[in-house]
């Protein structure tokens, strides 16, 4: 005993202040699960290691087949063998008795959870509340919820174990395998039950009185669970029925999608400047996915004209109907840390992002609530779009908000190729405008007349589905071109580079003296002639580099990644680096960061990393924090809040295997997260990765990617000609690869706008169809004319020279005055 106690101090003692706490903060999470929050008596139940000390099974349920244990993300996982179906004599499956040596009278109970596995879909979950003891028997009032068909009762349990149920349905499913919270809020007896803050019911316990012979007006809580997979992520009881009182609302928004042909075509946001536009919001059946409100220091939503509209919560309740995702727009100090109160002590929601012009805000507030997304709202570029790209970065803003005029297709290309989301504010609502936009690929469109924006995005349909690219992906390839030339190698690179990669993504170690080597395995062996276990990480550079990449020839070093940066140095591609961090050192952040600051300033905006490894993804937020970093691991419909409260406390975003329009859509496109995908090995896969609209696409075949169309230019004209709706036109395509050929397609639009003419191009490439942007119709300099009276001159099937479908950056503004309408990871 003594030499225990010798050795805990000696243990004590090594340990600084800081360590020695953060060593205590530990064992309050993982351990004393219990605890109480900052709202008076209020008992809270996460962090789980084990069952609670003050839980326990209750004997006269089916103990036999219910077992209880611990998840890998600290779920309290209850199980009840769903092959075993028990009566009421078991109380139909396991019983859990919780919290047992408290009481309550008026309460709110919240339960954060998950079903994973269930018999069939009328299999339930129970929470019996004011319960008590008659007998041996379990008594009380029951909230109970069915898994699949949406229906919820309130029900009595009476002494002989009967259950009395009163059924409601049209209710949402549990099936989904995603977090859903349950709350009933009791207050002098009249119970509320709530699924995703949706009211259910209300009734008065009285009404039981003749079952039960009296009002149980206080009384214990108990969880059943009847043949299916309880996961409990948090547990909330508080001792008050009050609004204020502490709720958890740990589930995802149900977000309306456009019934169009657009192939991940942007979401739709509302600006809400007054009662007016909420009361719309609740009136449709097509909600926008998203409402901006503006937040002030008295948790109230207030008008662009700064008078108040209603409370926070009442919005979200009244009007959102968690149906639309807020993103609470704070502008001062005074409102950041009213959001930051009201995130932590009043709603707790899981499904919402916190907005402002100041981005320093938006980092405290995501720091202190990390389930919160950031977005930086940009109306002027004040310096350079690569220093609201960094801000962006440094204060953990995934999301950008620009203004319409200076949304052109440079400038969202730019941010969305560096894993940033573009959205964009419309300061006029008119077809041209939205038109416009989404074909610049903007992934988010922002007005106060979202009824008029569906308008337009649902006014594009094919009779074959989704068939219309909103944009060109990026074609990422993997490790180079790693079934032509050796993986990780500079021949690769340059390969790669030449046949139309928008971005390298390279894996990289860090040798024993510091050096960052290219390379997909720590082992040489399998890449290059050393024998088995040669480790890069046990080596110093110059061993590595005795040994030869020998998978193709011609045969070449491992290379390091100065000779990656120096290749993309003198690349006028602007290639973009994705620099999977394989090593687990985090020092080899510190080194690449060093590297970029000292020696290759210019390209400190042309990389970005990704990793496995989430405290790497951590580290290069607090290391590197200007360069952003995605998450490796599989992302599902399953485990998504779970990963949108990762990237909170991470800074980082995805980059994940595979991908669907659903996954793409409804859970990432709508929540401001850009999609990247992980590894399409041929050309089938890249085809259906492109027809699923993913938006990232690290692929194994960056060259059969590269012959696919990018964007399109215009000829000029000798002349000027009469352009009509509906009119074939030729144009030049230009390819990934920067090889181009001429194509037909169809005018969709004219517009005259200052004495110039813009027309859209619809046309088709690899099955789907695409629009242009608004492109100017220029004539021919005349000068230029008379010395080249053969050249190329205009036909409508037409031959014209050249002028960019990119969007300029004027044309939107010209627009706003007139207002015019298998080889892995």
């Not at 001429?742 to 099955?767: A, C, F, L, N, P």
Request: glycine share 6%.
């Amino acid at each position: 005993m003594m030499k225990k106690m010798f050795l805990l101090a000696i243990l004590i003692a090594t340990l600084s202040y800081n360590n020695f706490s953060q060593f205590k903060a530990n064992i309050d999470t993982n351990f004393l699960f219990k605890k109480y929050s900052n709202k008076e008596d209020t008992v809270v139940y996460e962090n789980f290691s084990k069952l609670p000390s003050d839980w326990s099974i209750y004997s006269q349920s089916d103990t036999i087949n219910t077992k209880s244990y611990i998840s890998e993300d600290n779920y309290l996982t209850i199980e009840h063998d769903k092959t075993k179906g028990v009566g009421n004599d078991k109380y139909y499956g396991g019983v859990y008795n919780i919290d047992i040596n408290n009481t309550y009278k008026d309460f709110t109970f919240t339960m954060s959870f998950k079903m994973t596995n269930w018999a069939d879909g009328a299999r339930w979950i129970g929470i019996v509340y004011h319960s008590k003891m008659i007998g041996d028997n379990l008594t009380g009032y029951l909230m109970n919820y069915r898994v699949d068909n949406g229906n919820s009762a309130y029900s009595i349990i009476d002494k002989n174990k009967g259950f009395h149920d009163t059924a409601s349905g049209g209710n949402p499913k549990l099936t989904d395998k995603n977090l859903h919270t349950i709350k009933i809020r009791m207050k002098n007896n009249i119970a509320t039950h709530y699924i995703d803050n949706k009211e259910i019911v209300t009734w008065d316990t009285k009404d039981a009185n003749s079952i039960l012979g009296s009002t149980y007006e206080e009384g214990g809580f108990s969880l059943i669970v009847n043949r299916s997979t309880l996961n409990i992520k948090k547990i909330t009881i508080s001792n008050s029925s009050d609004e204020s009182a502490l709720e958890s609302d740990s589930t995802l928004v149900d977000t309306y999608q456009a019934d169009t042909s657009l192939i991940n075509g942007p979401t739709n946001i509302m600006e809400v400047q007054n009662l007016n536009d909420l009361v719309s919001i609740k009136e449709t059946d097509k909600k926008p996915s998203n409402a901006i409100l503006n937040f002030n220091k008295d948790k109230n939503i207030v008008s662009s004209d700064n008078l108040i509209i209603d409370t926070a919560s009442n919005v979200i309740d009244k009007y959102l109907e968690h149906k639309v995702i807020p993103n609470f727009r704070v502008n001062d100090n005074e409102s950041k840390d009213a959001l930051i109160d009201f995130l932590i002590n009043d709603r707790s929601l899981v499904d919402v992002s916190a907005i402002s012009e100041n981005a320093e805000l938006i980092k405290e507030i995501r720091e202190k609530y990390p389930y919160s997304r950031g977005i930086l709202e940009v109306n002027e570029i004040k310096t350079s779009l690569k220093d609201v790209y960094f801000e962006a970065n440094i204060n953990n803003c995934p999301t950008i908000l620009l203004s319409e005029n200076i949304a052109n297709y440079e400038n969202v290309n730019y941010l969305q190729s560096r894993m940033k989301t573009v959205w964009t504010k419309l300061n006029f609502v008119d077809g041209n405008s939205i038109h416009n936009l989404i074909f610049t690929g903007t992934s988010g469109l922002v007005s106060n007349e979202f009824s008029k924006i569906y308008e337009k995005i649902e006014s594009y349909k094919s009779d074959n589905g989704k068939t219309i690219l909103t944009r060109s992906p990026y074609n990422v390839a993997h490790r180079g071109l790693p079934k032509e030339y050796n993986e990780n190698s500079l021949s690769g690179v340059n390969a790669a580079i030449s046949k139309g990669a928008t971005h390298l993504e390279l894996d990289v170690y860090m040798t024993f003296d510091r050096h960052i080597m290219v390379s997909h395995d720590n082992d040489l062996s399998r890449t290059t002639n050393a024998p088995k276990n040669t480790l890069i990480e046990g080596l110093n550079y110059e061993d590595v580099r005795k040994y030869d990449l020998d998978l193709f020839e011609p045969f070449e070093k491992v290379p390091d990644i100065y000779e990656v940066f120096d290749i993309l140095k003198e690349d006028t591609n602007e290639t973009i680096l994705v620099c999977e961090l394989k090593t687990q050192n985090s020092a080899a952040i510190n080194v690449i960061n060093d590297a970029l600051n000292n020696d290759y300033p210019e390209l400190k905006d042309r990389i970005v990393f990704i990793s496995f490894y989430r405290n790497q993804c951590k580290q290069a937020h607090l290391r590197a924090p200007n360069i952003p970093c995605a998450d490796l691991n599989t992302l599902t419909t399953g485990n998504f809040i779970e990963n949108l409260e990762r990237m909170g406390k991470n800074g980082n975003i995805i980059d994940t295997p595979n991908g669907s329009s659903l996954l793409n859509e409804k859970y990432l496109r709508d929540r401001g997260i850009i999609g990247w995908y992980w590894t399409m090995d041929n050309s089938n896969n890249i085809d259906e990765a492109i027809e699923e609209g993913l938006i990232g696409i690290t692929n194994n075949k960056a060259d059969y990617f590269g012959k696919k169309v990018k964007y399109i230019k215009l000829y000029e004209f000798d002349n000027k000609p009469q352009l009509n709706v509906g009119d074939d036109i030729e144009f030049i395509a230009y390819k990934y690869n920067k090889d181009t050929l001429s194509m037909v397609g169809t005018i969709e639009t004219i517009t005259d706008i200052d004495d110039k003419q813009y027309i859209s191009i619809k046309y088709r490439t690899d099955k789907l169809d695409r629009y242009s942007p608004l492109l100017e119709v220029k004539v021919k300099d005349q000068e230029t004319n008379k010395t080249n009276k053969n050249g190329c001159g205009g036909n409508i099937i037409s031959t014209s020279a050249i002028i960019s479908t990119i969007a300029l950056g004027g044309i939107l503004l010209l627009i706003l005055k007139k207002k015019i309408g298998n080889l892995n990871k």
